[in-house]
């Protein structure tokens, strides 16, 4: 095998046999290439059995994306080798020896879904109320104590004193010992499990440690504290252990990984050897400056020189829309010509972005344009549950007679309604050719359905029918309005308190904005028309799946990939960093760690953008620049916005020191404006009756729902919309509310 196309330290590394090493570097500098690199060596120049080597990422599809590059070394890779992600190796692991801590080998893998079920019969049996203590919070808790290690019991003795801790400890142990019953393990299981085996029983463990001479793990900074242990049971024997990674790009803290483990390498495994790669091989010049500007105002980080040979390339796009529409069609645009102009594909282009929810302005100007986009790691805009089922609700009220959509949306939200009495209705249906919604008025007819379905039915009814009074009348915003109202749907999803249901919130609202959207440009807005142009857009999305496609997904899903275009979007105060970053500076250290992963995926040009006003909690209002973009290396940027959308407004103050760094505030030649002035929409509104001042971005304290950052004011300066960390938004009157500024 040909290691010449190595570079000396990367040739080093490959070339080690024994030993613990670890590779850090930052991003594309040939980290994932070595790893794979020095696995073909190992089996090619060191007579090494692949049987004997295992390598762990951390998903299918980079998994995959390994195997190949193996298989394009040496030859196809056999399963002999172990290359998977740390669930399907504990799988593996497990179906051979369950039965040694209790389990039969055929043991079932209890999903999202299946996990649900279960809680909610321990809520029965405990008399939980699922409105007071959501399953899903529950289930994350479960979640988040299993990635610590912590089972019942341990979680118990930790926890013994705390007397708010009592219900849920019981509730672990249930939950725990019904898995059992069934025989089943959640995905945390796999992790758990496994370790206990090797815990328990030493000839397993020894099996594992003797099979498996050569351990690799990419991506090592995002282990957590489980993963990371399983690790150190594979490894201890043979001290043959390979990881990569790179502190710069931990992302996982929420899932509990801890950029300790990599850190700390050394003195777990004492002797190790460490590379350090400094050439980047991905990235133009420009590109890396970039990413380096902005990671440099992370404390605490062990400074790292990446360079490149290559040269700087053009300068870093900047734009800033009006709004996030035009944002979006400033990024298709931009597709456009290059494709014109240059021998692009389309999935050459990535468009990254922080929330699930801004995909939707960029999928509307690609399907505008009839370019073929695919969304990885995720689901198109109107393919996601929430958004299916708000439209089904519509088009019951537009058309009663379709029992698709009153299947989907009956029991969503719960109303006791299943399937037997669908099936009970449907027979019923058979005989009378009514629709499924207008067998309702005659349920005296049909026997059989208790009165809690019954009553859950009539109200469906009267939603689905009020609303259709005012078909006519009413604007389809004012109807979607009173949908979600009556649905109290957002404020289900806040209850759930997870980072899923806030991303269901986010799309909620943002549908809002494509009803808004149509009424603006149609003559009689009506629903009607609106579901017309909706099933337009949901069927032409079927048209699309080929290969090729631009690229769009979150932050998150992009790492460790490479595109040679991206576009890193919405680049905005409370949007990117999150609004959970605002007071936390452990969170915006992490936020700016994702920019940075962000910025490192582009080859050849990247675009940075946001807007300056942009739909979001449901509302449309002014938005600042993100941190961030202060902290780009301005002398590297190319202002590409309009001239009427050139910037310069007042910056909110700095509330934590760390929050703008103190390079960007020293920035001369900055886009963003002086602090000095004040324009348009950001321009504080006084409270009438208060001396306090409050505006978008102020940072309140309420007497009953604590810390909160206004949103907006009402016109009248007093009537403030406000997010709230403990319940979401609100609408609170300043004058008579319990409520003061905190700064
Ligand atoms: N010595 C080299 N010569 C030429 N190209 C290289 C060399 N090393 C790495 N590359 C190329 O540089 C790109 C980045 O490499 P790789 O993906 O392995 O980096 P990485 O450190 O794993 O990045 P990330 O931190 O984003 O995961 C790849 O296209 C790879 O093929
Ligand atoms: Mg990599």
Same mark, same amino acid.
């Given at each position: 095998?040909?290691?010449?196309? !190595?570079?000396? $330290? ?5 070339? $080690? ?73 504990? $799988? ?13 080998? =055929? ?19 405990? %008399? ?29 003795? +930790? ?28 995905? =945390?299981? !796999? ?109 605490? &980080? ?31 645009? &931009? ?56 439209? /089904? ?28 009495? #669908? ?52 604007? $389809? ?106 007071? =936390? ?25 946001? /807007?300056?006003?942009?739909? +979001? ?16 290396? +301005? ?22 020191? %760390? ?19 004040? +324009? ?28 909160? !950052? ?11 919309? #406000? /997010? ?20």
């Amino acid at each position: 095998m040909d290691l010449s196309i !190595l570079n000396d $330290v990367q040739r080093k590394a490959v070339e $080690v046999v024994d030993g613990p090493i670890l590779v850090v570097a930052g991003a594309g500098s040939g980290k994932t290439r070595v790893l794979t690199h020095r696995i073909a060596n190992l089996i090619e120049n060191h007579d090494i059995f692949p049987s004997g080597i295992m390598a762990i990422t951390f998903t299918n599809k980079a998994a995959n994306e390994m195997k190949t590059r193996i298989g394009s070394l040496i030859g196809p890779v056999t399963s002999q080798m172990w290359v998977g992600t740390f669930h399907s190796i504990c $799988v593996r692991i497990l179906r051979r020896d369950a039965d040694r801590i209790g389990y039969t080998s =055929d043991f079932v893998i209890y999903d999202t879904q299946d996990q649900k079920a279960l809680l909610k019969a321990c809520y029965k049996e405990l %008399n939980i109320d699922d409105k007071q203590t959501p399953l899903k919070t529950s289930q994350f808790k479960i979640s988040a104590a299993k990635n610590d290690m912590l089972t019942p019991e341990l979680y118990d003795m +930790q926890n013994a004193s705390d007397y708010r801790e009592k219900g849920f400890i019981k509730l672990y142990y249930l939950y725990q010992a019904k898995l059992k019953q069934n025989q089943a393990m959640d995905f =945390d299981d !796999l992790m758990l499990k496994t370790i206990e085996l090797f815990k328990q029983n030493q000839d397993v463990l020894s099996y594992y440690q003797n099979k498996f001479k050569y351990i690799h793990v990419d991506e090592y900074q995002d282990t957590n504290r489980a993963q990371y242990t399983l690790i150190q049971y594979l490894a201890a024997k043979n001290r043959n252990l390979f990881v990569v990674g790179d502190a710069d790009q931990s992302i996982y803290k929420w899932r509990g990984a801890d950029i300790r483990n990599i850190r700390e390498f050394e003195e777990d495994f004492p002797g190790a050897q460490i590379f350090k790669l400094e050439q980047n091989y991905r990235s133009k010049k420009n590109i890396l400056d970039l990413a380096n500007s902005v990671i440099v105002n992370n404390p605490n &980080r062990r400074d790292k020189s990446l360079w490149t040979d290559q040269d700087s390339g053009e300068k870093i796009g900047y734009f800033r829309g009006y709004d996030e529409k035009d944002e979006a069609k400033f990024v298709i645009e &931009r597709i456009r010509t290059f494709i014109r102009e240059k021998e692009y594909k389309l999935s050459d282009f990535a468009i990254l972005y922080r929330t699930n929810a801004q995909s939707r302005s960029f999928e509307d100007q690609l399907m505008l344009n009839a370019m073929a986009y695919k969304v990885i790691g995720g689901l198109k805009f109107y393919e996601r549950k929430e958004i299916k089922d708000l439209l /089904a609700y519509m088009k019951l009220v537009v058309n009663p007679n379709d029992d698709v959509s009153f299947i989907r949306v009956i029991n969503e939200p719960k109303r006791s309604i299943g399937g037997k009495t #669908i099936e009970k209705i449907q027979a019923f249906q058979s005989k009378t050719e009514l629709s499924l919604l207008e067998s309702i008025p005659h349920l005296s007819q049909i026997e059989g359905i208790g009165a809690k379905a019954q009553k859950g039915l009539v109200e469906f009814y009267e939603l689905i029918m009020g609303l259709k009074a005012k078909l006519d009348t009413a604007f $389809v915003s004012q109807i979607y309005d009173e949908l979600l109202e009556k649905l109290n749907i957002i404020s289900l999803y806040e209850l759930e308190r997870s980072i899923e249901a806030d991303a269901r919130i986010d799309n909620i609202y943002e549908f809002k904005t494509v009803i808004e959207e149509f009424e603006k440009r149609s003559e009689s807005p009506n629903l009607r028309d609106f579901l017309a142009e909706t099933s337009l857009r949901s069927d032409q999305d079927n048209i699309e799946e080929q290969e090729d496609g631009v690229l769009l997904m979150t932050l998150h899903a992009s790492k460790g990939l490479e595109f040679p275009v991206v576009f890193l979007v919405g680049l905005e105060d409370n949007l990117f960093p999150s609004f959970r970053a605002m007071d =936390d500076p452990e969170e915006l250290e992490e936020e700016r760690r994702l920019c940075y992963v962000g910025i490192t995926r582009a080859e050849e040009r990247l675009f940075v953008t946001h /807007a300056r006003n942009r739909n +979001q909690y449901g509302r449309f209002e002014p938005r600042h620049p993100s941190p961030f973009l202060r902290e780009m290396d +301005q002398s590297i940027l190319e202002n590409l916005s309009d001239q009427n959308e050139m910037p310069s407004f007042d910056p909110p103050k700095p509330k934590k020191e %760390n929050y703008f760094s103190k390079n960007a505030l020293k920035s001369k030649q900055s886009f963003f404006g002086k602090a000095s002035g004040t +324009q348009g929409n950001t321009t504080p509104v006084a409270s009438a009756s208060q001396s306090a001042t409050y505006f978008a971005g102020a940072k309140v304290n309420h007497k009953v729902f604590g810390m909160g !950052l206004v949103i907006s004011v009402g016109a009248d300066g007093e009537m403030l919309t #406000i /997010a709230f960390d403990s319940c979401g938004i609100k609408k609170i009157h300043s004058g008579l509310a319990p409520i003061r500024r905190v700064d």
